[in-house]
């Protein structure tokens, strides 16, 4: 499977199911007049004074502000009620207006009303301090205050005194902040959402803070406990499809924030995936052999294979390689070679794999054996090894395979087109755009580096350059399969649907039970939107080919962007989150599985058990992946999901449910 058509894949399932979702992507689907309205009424705040502030509703913004107490009743505190009030006064009626309350919490004591008095005080004197941008002597003011709260002997529990502790810390972190003492205003974040979570000024403040201060993956986790807040706090119109406000952190922030996080992600798997060299598992052999069969000499060696005959009639002797001399290591060399061949005829690939690497191994141990090999025996071996190690993820040895087989035969291009390959794998698209040019350089009429050079073209975003290419294959080669579908699938992105379906004709002519044409052909239903089409071309494909794992993610997609038919009618999430995992169950490094199952395990998932698992299905993926554009991808998504867990713990829930 080329990367270009995994791309192609990965671009059609971009309506995920949103009803009664958790996944943050979901939020950022706002209009610009929505935005302009927010930019707008931010900007009217910012004109207002400080005491006027105070009246705004509590809505998540970015600028420090000043809070006060929670205002108490006359007779608590023997005087008139203060000319401020505050987003808390609007949302925390004080405990001693509550008649419900036993007459312990219905009188406050003497002693107690003297200290509101005296926090009344020290409040007005740090608004003071704050108003002449004395910051330190503010927050030591507002120090002072808590100091007496602290004191103070609260029986009760759950006096009015929580809240002005809780509005006295936000100011003193607002001061700290101002005074470019971040440490001391993280720590009175901190610990104001330690008693109330849902305190959107100190976590708004302690996001921007964390970003000041480069800590990222702290910020990142911060942005997701805001969006999950936000949408806790418009659960009733999310559950209805009603109209929502833009969210509170716009998508430019998260990815701002990811841009930072993921790199040191992807280098610490990058790492893991060089310490395991070599113990990578194999493709899935329906990926193997789509590979072979992208070659033109595929029809070529396989009759050579067939003629050999069976693998039991190539019996290789299992005496001590130590006692061999040139000629018998030669002979066993070229044994190795033919039933290692075979077994790639039969279907047997990491038998064959054994039985090159072992020919090569013989090779370097008796130098002069190479030249006695028999025709192109030696060069031959040299571009099986090469296969094989490119199988196994073993990028350098693989180029040193083709670079020896290239030295034997300099005019042979393929050579250099499976070297470019192996670079592609290595994200050295330089490099390999260097060996397919040397290619078509001895060969301009090269299908297969045509066919590959345009799997590099979609790679690097030219189309057109791709295009180019595979219509001069099909020049070449009327009947090369793989050429058409590729064409038929640049042709449907460019909505020439026309054209595209001639291609898939012509494909089909040739190969008739293809399972790959059906794919190809359902894809094609899907971008003129035909979903119901889409899905019987993949049903299809599923039944010609049970271990093609691309029609089983493209009929999930077909589902999941297959619109309802009654009011009411929820998209078949479930269905699809089979069909992807048969999709792993076939081939366990299709990576594009993972990556739609995971967006829509994490998407519909209603308990944070369900959301650990999408992490860990998000490792396995990271284990069984093979190139660093799949590496990227993975690391994006599983620190995001991670940093959602992380969030709601934070925020005390136990279930995303919007019910």
Not at 17 to 42: D, F, I, P, Q, R
Not at 170 to 181: G, L
Not at 375 to 380: L, P
Not at 562 to 590: C, H, R
Request: hydrophobic share 40%; charged share 25%.
């Amino acid at each position: 499977m080329s990367s270009a058509r995994q791309s192609n894949t990965l671009m059609l399932v971009g309506g995920l199911a949103a009803a009664a979702t958790v996944s943050l992507a979901m939020w950022y689907m706002t209009s610009s007049s929505s935005e302009k309205a927010t930019a707008e009424a931010k900007a009217q705040k910012k004109t207002k004074s400080l005491e006027n502030d105070q009246t705004t509703s509590r809505s998540i913004n970015l600028d420090s502000r000043v809070e006060t107490p929670p205002p108490q009743t006359p007779s608590s505190r023997g005087g008139a009620p203060p000319s401020q009030t505050t987003e808390e006064d609007e949302q925390h009626t004080p405990i001693v207006q509550n008649k419900n309350k036993t007459n312990k919490h219905a009188a406050l004591n003497a002693d107690e009303r003297a200290l509101h008095a005296r926090i009344e005080e020290l409040d007005k004197k740090g608004k003071a301090l704050f108003k002449n941008k004395q910051f330190m002597e503010a927050a030591q003011t507002f120090t002072e205050a808590l100091d007496l709260i602290g004191e103070y002997d609260d029986s009760v529990g759950t006096s009015s005194l929580s809240r002005q502790l809780i509005t006295l810390m936000n100011n003193r972190s607002a001061m700290y902040e101002k005074a470019n003492m971040p440490e001391l205003a993280l720590e009175d974040c901190s610990s104001i959402l330690e008693l109330e979570p849902n305190h959107t000024k100190a976590r708004t403040r302690k996001l921007r803070i964390l970003e000041a201060l480069q800590r990222w993956y702290e910020a990142l986790v911060e942005i997701c406990a805001v969006q999950l807040l936000f949408m806790q706090a418009n659960r009733t119109n999310i559950r209805m499809g009603l109209p929502t406000p833009p969210p509170p952190v716009p998508q430019s922030k998260m990815e701002q924030v990811l841009t930072h996080v993921v790199p040191e992600q992807v280098q610490k798997y990058s790492d893991l995936l060089l310490q395991e060299k070599g113990k990578r598992p194999l493709p899935s052999d329906y990926t193997i052999l789509q590979l072979l069969k992208s070659y033109t000499g595929y029809n070529k060696w396989m009759a050579e294979a067939a003629k050999d005959g069976a693998v039991s009639s190539m019996t290789v002797p299992k005496d001590d390689d130590a006692t061999l001399d040139d000629i018998a290591a030669a002979d066993r060399a070229t044994l190795l070679l033919k039933r290692g061949r075979r077994y790639v005829y039969d279907g047997q690939y990491a038998l064959a794999m054994q039985d090159f690497e072992t020919g090569y191994q013989l090779l370097q141990k008796y130098a002069a054996s190479a030249n006695l090999m028999e025709n192109d025996s030696h060069a031959r071996l040299l571009e099986w090894a090469g296969m094989g190690r490119h199988w196994q993820y073993q990028l350098d040895p693989a180029v040193e395979c083709y670079e020896k087989a290239v030295n034997l035969e300099p005019n042979n291009a393929l050579l250099l087109v499976k070297q470019a390959g192996v670079c592609m794998d290595g994200s050295l698209q330089n490099e390999a755009m260097v060996l397919f040019e040397t290619a078509l350089d001895i060969d301009p009429q090269c299908a297969d580096a045509l066919l590959h050079r345009s799997n590099l073209y979609m790679i690097q975003g030219k189309p057109e350059q791709a295009k180019s290419d595979l219509e001069k294959c099909v020049q070449l080669h009327p009947n090369h399969v793989m050429a058409r579908l590729r064409l038929a699938s640049i042709l449907a992105a460019t909505q020439d649907a026309d054209n595209a379906r001639l291609q898939l004709d012509a494909a089909e002519r040739v190969e008739p039970n293809s399972s790959e044409v059906q794919s190809y052909r359902g894809e094609l239903h899907f971008t003129q939107g035909e979903m119901e089409q889409a899905r019987q071309q993949f049903e299809k494909a599923m039944k010609l080919e049970p271990n093609n794992p691309t029609p089983y993610v493209n009929a999930a997609m077909a589902i999941l962007n297959t619109p309802p038919t009654a009011p009411g009618q929820m998209i078949d999430a479930q269905g699809a989150i089979a069909l992807l995992e048969q999709a792993l169950a076939v081939d366990p490094q299709f990576m594009a599985a993972y990556v739609q199952l995971g967006q829509l395990k994490l998407g519909t998932a209603t308990e944070l058990v369900a959301a650990r698992k999408v992490i860990d299905l998000y490792d396995q993926a990271l284990q069984n992946c093979r190139t660093t554009e799949d590496l990227k991808e993975l690391c994006s998504m599983r620190v995001l999901a991670v940093a959602q867990v992380e969030a709601a713990t934070m925020l005390k829930m136990e279930s995303f449910n919007l019910q």
